[in-house]
């Protein structure tokens, strides 16, 4: 079991930045794929990028491509989501989430993955 903390969350006005860090714990993640997803109150959980972690082969969803990217830091055991243009619609709690690297991990399907962590608030103003 793959153990998750996010951070990194806030308040940004439109236009605005944020990055998101997700700490990992308790497992060698080679054999993992790390994803980020967000949901809106009152909307399902949605994919917003994928990272194979020995590689760092990525995939995002087509909303998000060219506006987030995600990365990973192989010493610090970190997964990064860089949020850049941020919109009012953005505005949701982001969780960080781990899968075994297994066919199709790349579709970002919540029920692959298996381990989660607690989410971080983003909120972006008007």
């Known amino acids: 079991q793959v153990q998750l903390v996010e951070s990194g969350g806030?308040?940004?006005?439109?236009?605005?930045?944020?990055?998101?860090?997700?700490?990992?714990?308790?497992?060698?993640?080679?054999?993992?794929?790390?994803?980020?997803?967000?949901?809106?109150?009152?909307?399902?959980?949605?994919?917003?990028?994928?990272?194979?972690?020995?590689?760092?082969?990525?995939?995002?969803?087509?909303?998000?491509?060219?506006?987030?990217?995600?990365?990973?830091?192989?010493?610090?055991l970190t997964v990064y989501l860089q949020m850049n243009s941020l919109k009012p619609e953005d505005t949701a709690v982001y969780y960080c989430a781990a899968m075994p690297l297994l066919s199709g991990w790349h579709l970002g399907r919540v029920a692959d993955f298996r381990s989660w962590g607690q989410g971080t608030q983003v909120t972006v103003s008007s």
């Open 10 to 76: 806030g308040l940004v006005q439109a236009g605005g930045s944020l990055r998101l860090s997700c700490a990992a714990s308790g497992r060698t993640l080679n054999s993992y794929a790390m994803g980020w997803f967000r949901q809106a109150p009152g909307k399902e959980r949605e994919f917003v990028a994928v990272i194979s972690w020995s590689v760092g082969t990525t995939y995002y969803a087509d909303s998000m491509k060219g506006r987030f990217t995600i990365s990973r830091d192989n010493a610090k």
